[in-house]
């Protein structure tokens, strides 16, 4: 239990620096792609940026690997961590460590408590519109029958391909491009259905809140029901039964009966 505490210490404490870290990979993958024509000194600061946000992720997976009670589970259960940090050493692609980043930072958000799940679709979608238009433009923008040569171009295709309308006024002509169309639209469906799931969840918990509702009113009208008629049967019992007489006036005697008729007569 207490290298647990460590580990989840370390991951409350990591989370914030790591997800500015992932910001600053953003507007280093974006600067070379959005202003080709940088210096040359801009777009090696960019890569070293790259580079330097991969190592961090690196850095913190080791770090909580060997933190675990368990490193067999730890691996087992976080394999996506483990992928995403080794995928950039396979082929060190610029595209790969952005899917990498992406990745970490998505598992990390998950992680997190206090993110609640629109605002995880709401960042999911705008960050795959975002990088997604990117990536498609560094990989279109030289192709020779690419249709998409700017960041309009490439944003319009990301709106189009996510939400599966797909005009075809602009499509990727390159295998990279087409794999990564594959990538948005499926990313695209699986948003769209956790959105439509969550709203329909929260019209069939409010449906079964005011449902409890009225189980409870119907429920307190019956009691209130059954009181009355418990104290109609009370009141009929008590009615029914012999009552209280009043006590009646003692009638007179004889002599009295007498007495009360007049003066006795005088005695001779």
């Known amino acids: 239990m207490k290298e647990t505490s460590r580990q989840a210490r370390w991951e409350r404490r990591t989370q914030v620096p790591l997800l500015v870290l992932a910001v600053a990979f953003a507007v280093a ?46 691996v087992r259960t976080h394999w996506l961590d483990l992928a ?58 030289d192709a020779p029958n690419g249709n998409i040569k700017n960041l309009g171009d490439a944003v319009w295709w990301s709106f189009t391909t996510m939400t599966t309308v797909g005009y075809g006024d602009h499509s990727p002509t390159t295998g990279l491009g087409r794999v990564l169309a594959v990538g948005l639209m499926l990313s695209g469906i ?20 005011d449902d409890q509702v009225e189980r409870l009113q119907l429920a307190a009208v019956r009691e209130l029901q059954e ?32 007495g009360q008729a007049g003066p006795s007569a005088p005695t001779p």
């Open 29 to 74: 993958y974006a600067v070379p792609i959005v202003a080709p024509d940088a210096g040359e000194g801009v777009h090696r600061a960019c890569t070293h940026a790259e580079w330097g946000v991969w190592a961090a992720f690196a850095v913190d997976y080791v770090v909580r690997l060997g933190l675990s009670r368990d490193r067999k589970v730890f």
């Open 84 to 141: 995403a940090v080794v995928l950039p050493l396979v082929q060190p692609l610029r595209l790969l460590r952005l899917v990498a980043t992406l990745m970490l930072v998505g598992r990390r958000a998950r992680m997190a408590p206090q993110i609640r799940l629109t605002t995880y679709v709401a960042g999911a979608v705008v960050g795959l519109l975002m990088f997604g238009s990117l990536a498609v433009l560094s990989v279109e923008r």
């Open 227 to 258: 009181e009355v008629r418990a104290l109609r049967a009370e009141v009929a019992r008590l009615g029914g039964g012999p009552r209280c007489a009043m006590p009646a006036q003692a009638s007179p005697g004889p002599g009295e009966a007498a």
């Open 190 to 209: 699986a948003l769209l259905g956790v959105v439509t799931a969550n709203i329909a969840a929260w019209f069939i918990a409010r449906f079964e809140r």
